[in-house]
């Protein structure tokens, strides 16, 4: 950041009165810009013993599988986010959405929440960020091809959830950063 938003000022970064951490000061003004983590929302939708993946046709990890997800805009809840992502990239409708994996994802300040959902119908299709939208049984998902590791994991913790029966939220600090692998012991 160089400028104030605020009054279009140069700006300092330096630990305000009363703070434990550097910030954006402006130089003018004085106002104290606060950078805090996105919110990334989306779903694992699944029909029947199957997933929905889209495969990506936007930067980051062009051409890689993904769920529907994206960042969260103002007015909307993490839940509508979910659910408008999943339109967005795959033109399909979902319901039923429980909360099911909060990832920290620390080297980017993002927080990512996926939403376990129903896919209503088969009514689907690729959307603007995508070029393909499958159905996908765990026997072939494209493991080697997934675009994130925070994918990966939601996906491994459903298949081992599903033959539990039960589907607790996971919640995952993860340290490396997206793209990057990381295989579990």
Known sequence: MKYCNLCGSTVRFEIPAGDNRPRHICNECGEIHYLNPKVVAGCLPVYEDKILLCKRSIEPRVGYWTLPAGFMENGESTRQAAARETLEEANARVSDLQLYTLTSIVPVSQIQLIYL?????????????????????????????????????ALRFYFEDRQKGVFPLHHVDLHTPPGQFVEKS
């Open 117 to 153: 959902a129903q896919l209503d119908d088969l009514n689907f299709s690729a959307g603007d960020e995508t070029t393909d939208v499958q159905l996908f049984s765990e026997e072939t998902i494209p493991w080697d091809e997934l675009a994130f590791q925070t994918i990966r994991n």
